[in-house]
């Protein structure tokens, strides 16, 4: 080997030692970054990737569906309607900030007549409901609605602190004039200390043998802390049947309530 050969050779060496040093320090940074919940990967506590463990975002894996109990349209004038659907959220202390879903109505020869989409928030623990006001189906009667959500749930874990703060009841519940042009009223109470914003109010109300016979909605801008609004509903013509229970459901998204 002569003597140019081999320098070339140390040179080569050389170069290839510091381009791996170079290298190594561009990556070391990386390598000891510690674990966090949007680096895309499963590490540190977590259940799966970027979910479970310190991360607020849910696995899925870990989540149970929300069961859609019932959907149902309700006419309130020839060719109009509300639309609810009914559902139940059995998972403890988790919720959803927004998600996408659609209704579908058909005839009672269950040919499709329409559609109506919106987006929502699901609270956590406990039953819901969706409502979409003033269905405009023409001639054609909704006999059969279904209901789904159309993306994946983002599930983001809810302290028990945060839903122990937040208390909102319904009391003084009153049904007048059902034989004619039925008014419902009620109180909606805020025992907690802090203001929530946004609060949607449904009403359904139910046969002797608990069907849903009919419903509507109002809303409250805002209920302040411990503080009282009352509410009511009003129907332009009288119910299918006598009505013998009252059910009055207060929503309000979590996420948009910060505590103190």
């Not at 060496?13 to 320090?25: D, E, T, W």
Request: charged share 20%.
């Amino acid at each position: 080997m002569t003597w140019a050969l081999k320098r070339q050779m140390v040179y080569v060496f050389v170069l290839i030692a510091f381009v791996l040093v170079f290298g190594f320090l561009i990556i070391r940074p990386s390598l000891n970054r510690a674990p966090t919940c949007t680096d895309r990967k499963q590490n540190g506590n977590e259940s799966g990737v970027d979910c479970g463990g310190s991360c607020a975002q849910a696995c899925i894996a870990q989540v149970d569906e929300v069961s859609v109990l019932w959907a149902r349209s309700f006419q309130v004038l020839p060719g109009r309607y509300n639309a609810v659907a009914y559902l139940e959220n059995h998972n403890k202390n988790v919720a959803v900030n927004k998600i996408n879903y659609r209704f579908h109505f058909a005839d009672k020869d269950n040919i499709y007549i329409g559609k109506r989409e919106g987006s929502t928030f699901i609270p956590p623990a406990g039953k819901f409901a969706i409502f979409e006001p003033a269905l405009d189906l023409g001639y054609s009667i909704p006999v059969y609605t279904t209901f789904e959500f159309t993306q994946t749930p983002k599930w983001v874990t809810i302290s028990q602190e945060k839903k122990n703060q937040l208390q909102v009841f319904v009391s003084d519940i009153l049904l007048l004039d059902e034989m004619t042009s039925p008014t419902l009223s009620a109180t909606i109470k805020n025992n907690s200390f802090f203001t929530i914003p946004e609060l949607i109010v449904i009403a359904i109300l139910y046969d002797e043998n608990h069907n849903a016979v009919s419903s509507s909605r109002t809303y409250l801008d805002s209920l302040s802390p411990e503080g009282a609004k009352d509410v009511s509903f009003t129907w332009p013509e009288p119910f299918s049947a006598p009505i013998f229970t009252k059910e009055i459901i207060p929503l309000y998204n979590i996420f948009s309530i910060k505590l103190k």
